[in-house]
């Protein structure tokens, strides 16, 4: 076990930071390697090799402003897996911002509070601390608003610098970009407050940008994610959106318009502007997808619909469902949107009236084509962002096919991400692997199950030696993809 590097410069947090920079949100204070941590229960599967990867904000200095998750800096955590040995490590992102400040001794940004972007006076932190995508041999670190991709090497996670397709084209990339590994492209998006509003490219599996042309929105809107399938992408337009009044005071106010559809743009996937086709449905936020694919003529998008806030008699009430996704409360359930490319005919259907699900997962080796089965956070309790919880559904009928809680009360598990086994034999033959901090006992623990079956909780769970604060997104980088990408450099 390798003692932490302490980071110079570090100011202490503590519970007078408030809820989200306290308990299993606190933040760390150094960056760190362990090896041969103490196994509690079962062992580390021979055939799990890669590395799962995590990102979650974790500011360095005390916060000016307001404080939201989204503002902390980027740090990645990852669990290494080489032949039934664990290795854990932690690292900060080195983006811009926090370069400046670990020069300055103290925050010199601001969080999406109190701030908007473009605003020279108190510039707002690209964080680079929502999501992790492993492409053209490295792992990319994105922020949900829409930065910089930073490219970090998915080992020892040193940032190697920002990744020149997305720089070269002048515009941002927002986290969810999606990968197809069959072709090793890479679809992803941006959004603004400027027209056209939104962006979508491809780079290829060499890294290089393929493709890269406007998409005109009817205004600033705050998607979150977007979906791929074979031939196509699946962009959103969702009836979320700033206060324009807010906005030109410069403050980051949202506001829910049950008015308005939600879209979905299909466009090909290296399809013009003008070939996008808009499909409506009812009106709804959303997070995160699952996965999309073709059938037939129909495209088929399966994800976790933010289920409206409602007024005692039913109607939705929009006030509050922009506070509790404002404040990441979030209530969902598992959905499947169909639009059919020949008819225009569209459908939407809750496959699982019953459970609040989100941060999900699948065979990320199979994105963009037809999936059974699916890996979510289980939520019952109602604390921002706990997930106390892991389900697997069959995501053709929404069936639950097995779930595991720990701790109900005091578990609070990561986005559990789907691992195949080395040489696996099936769509769901491998693992779900996930961090789990217990507020109770705070005790740390990476979970590894059985994919095939949670029900019988982790196959091996590791002690470690201290807090992994609640974040966000992950992805998991086999051994095998490792050494192709090693391979062609
Ligand atoms: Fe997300």
Redesign the pocket.
């Known amino acids: 076990m390798n003692a932490p590097t302490a980071i110079e410069n570090f100011a202490p947090f503590g519970e007078a930071q408030g809820p989200m920079l306290s308990g299993p949100f606190a933040p760390l204070a150094d960056e760190s390697e362990y090896t041969d941590l103490p196994l509690l229960k079962g062992s580390i599967p021979a055939d799990l090799n890669g590395v799962y990867l995590r990102a979650g904000p974790n500011p360095r200095f005390v916060p000016n402003g307001r404080y939201h998750p989204f503002d902390g800096d980027g740090m990645v955590h990852a669990a290494e897996f080489r032949n039934g040995r664990l290795t854990v490590r932690n690292r900060w992102v080195r983006t811009d911002a926090w370069q400046e400040e670990d020069a300055a001794g103290v925050a010199t940004h601001w969080g999406i509070r109190d701030t908007m972007m473009g605003r020279t006076d108190k510039p707002m932190r690209d964080a680079a601390n929502?999501?992790l995508v492993g492409h053209a041999g490295k792992v990319l670190a994105l922020w949900?608003m829409a930065g910089d991709a930073y490219v970090i090497d998915p080992i020892n996670l040193e940032t190697l610098g920002k990744q020149s397709a997305i720089a070269s084209t002048g515009g941002k990339i927002s986290?969810?970009a999606k990968v197809d590994e069959i072709t090793g492209e890479m679809m992803f998006f941006d959004y603004g407050n400027q027209a056209p509003y939104m962006h979508y490219g491809v780079v290829g599996a060499d890294g290089e940008l393929k493709h890269h042309v406007p998409i005109t929105l009817p205004g600033p809107r705050l998607p979150?994610?977007m979906a791929v399938t074979e031939h196509y992408s699946i962009l959103h337009d969702l009836p979320l959106f700033h206060d324009h009044e807010a906005m030109k005071l410069g403050r980051h106010k949202i506001d829910f318009h049950p008015e308005l559809p939600t879209r979905l743009g299909v466009i090909p996937r290296f399809g013009r502007s003008d070939e996008i086709r808009w499909f409506d449905f009812t009106p709804c936020f959303l997070?995160?997808t699952i996965n999309a694919w073709e059938d037939g003529d129909n495209i088929v998008m399966v994800g976790c619909r933010y289920m409206p806030a409602q007024h005692a008699d039913g109607s939705i009430d929009a006030q509050r469902t922009a506070k509790n996704i404002a404040e990441l409360v979030m209530t969902a359930r598992l959905w499947r949107w169909t639009m059919n490319l020949k008819t225009g005919a569209v459908k939407e259907q809750c496959l699982d009236a019953e459970h609040n699900v989100e941060f999900p997962s699948c065979n990320a080796a199979l994105m963009g084509r037809r999936t059974r089965y699916g890996y979510l956070s289980d939520q019952h309790a109602t604390s921002a962002l706990q997930w106390n919880g892991i389900r697997k559904y069959d995501l053709e009928t929404g069936r639950s096919l097995s779930a595991w809680t720990d701790d109900v009360d005091h578990s609070w598990y990561s986005e559990p991400w789907f691992a195949a086994a080395d040489n696996a034999q099936s769509e769901d033959h491998g693992y779900v692997i996930a961090f789990q901090f217990n507020a109770a006992t705070k005790r740390e623990t990476l979970d590894i199950f059985d994919a095939r079956d949670l029900s019988t909780g982790p196959v091996a769970q590791i002690s470690i030696p201290r807090n992994i604060p609640t974040g966000?997104?992950g992805c998991w980088v086999s051994a095998q993809r490792v050494a192709r990408w090693n391979a062609s450099t």
């Open positions: 929502t999501d949900y986290a969810h979150h994610d997070y995160h966000f997104h």
